[in-house]
């Protein structure tokens, strides 16, 4: 669970989340601010960490709860 504003290395974010894929089967990342009309993925970290995200998913209000939980049902 992140916001995503990470601002650590981006190649030490990209390494670790493709040694993490080789460990699950699925990454999940749930984001609180994915929900916002403003919302747009800017910060380093989450443009670095996207491309290994399986499911991107929002949780900022009772609805997208919801919709996470039947997401990581299926999952």
Known sequence: ??????????????????????????????????????????AQGMRAALPYVDHFLPAFNVQSLRVLVRELARV
């Open 1 to 42: 669970i992140s916001g995503g504003y990470d601002n650590g290395e981006t190649e030490r974010i990209g390494r670790e989340l493709e040694s993490a894929r080789r460990r699950i089967r699925k990454l999940v990342w749930i984001n609180p601010m994915y929900g916002a009309s403003t919302f747009q993925p800017r």
